[in-house]
């Protein structure tokens, strides 16, 4: 059946960077629109970034927009989410997820629901 490993995540000091990837398997997610979600310890699962099959819509909350960058590669079945000057407010375990949408220009961080979802990977930053 189709999934999506995540990998990339690990302990890092304040200020560094990150590179995580999703591979995905069992099918092509080059029409999904996929994206990053993140759940610290103890709150909501929020949205981090999301991108069309086509990379013509591209969002980011506010919270990481300017220091993180998401992109993907649709021959290599693969989202991946640069991650810049890092905080210790981004520690939690990051999602990756594929939503197939009928109009992917819509707005992602409202309605999200994810036909599919890794396992997620553990981000630290220590100040």
């Known amino acids: 059946q189709a999934q999506l490993v995540e990998s990339g995540g690990g302990l890092v000091q304040a200020g560094s960077s990150l590179r995580l990837s999703c591979a995905g398997s069992?099918?092509?997610?080059?029409?999904?629109?996929m994206g990053w979600f993140r759940q610290a310890a103890s709150k909501e699962r929020e949205f981090v970034a999301a991108?069309?099959?086509?990379?013509?819509?591209?969002q980011y909350a506010n919270s990481v927009k300017g220091r993180f960058t998401i992109s993907r590669d649709n021959a290599k079945n693969t989202l991946y989410l640069q991650m810049d000057s890092l905080k210790p407010e981004d520690t939690a375990v990051y999602y990756c997820?594929?939503?197939?949408?009928?109009?992917?220009?819509?707005?992602?961080?409202?309605?999200?629901?994810?036909?599919?979802w890794g396992q997620g990977t553990q981000v630290t930053v220590s100040s």
């Open positions: 991108m069309s099959g086509n990379g013509d819509n591209i």
């Open positions: 069992g099918r092509t997610f080059s029409s999904y629109v």
């Open positions: 997820t594929a939503e197939w949408r009928s109009d992917p220009g819509q707005e992602y961080e409202s309605d999200w629901l994810g036909d599919y």
